[in-house]
């Protein structure tokens, strides 16, 4: 999350890791293209992240939990520009991200 095409080492590593396309938007930003159902698509980073968060806010509602306010956590390694990636994911989801926390200090309390 968080990466542009400036980001070119980091960009060599992580496409190791992933077996969709990168595209390159007009923005510097990164996109994947993604097919599903026989159509294809270009989504951002944020739009997939978006997508997971939707699908357990789902989840949650269907166990009767129903809240559009969130905390989420992040490595301690990231930068700002990928924590801001993930308040825009929660953004996209209709969530209210009250906040963004470590995951070390997530496992502390």
Request: with cysteine.
């Amino acid at each position: 999350m968080g990466l542009n095409t400036a980001c070119t080492e980091q960009l060599e590593l992580e496409k190791r890791f992933t077996t969709n396309e990168f595209v390159e938007l007009e923005n510097c930003k990164l996109a994947f293209k993604v097919k599903q159902l026989g159509s294809e698509y270009t989504l951002t980073i944020e739009q997939i992240m978006a997508f997971y968060l939707t699908k357990l806010k789902r989840h949650f509602e269907k166990a009767d939990i129903s809240t559009k306010e969130i905390v989420l956590t992040i490595p301690t390694y990231c930068s700002n520009v990928e924590r801001q990636s993930l308040l825009d994911a929660a953004e996209i989801a209709g969530l209210k991200c009250l906040r963004v926390i470590n995951e070390s200090t997530a496992i502390a309390y």
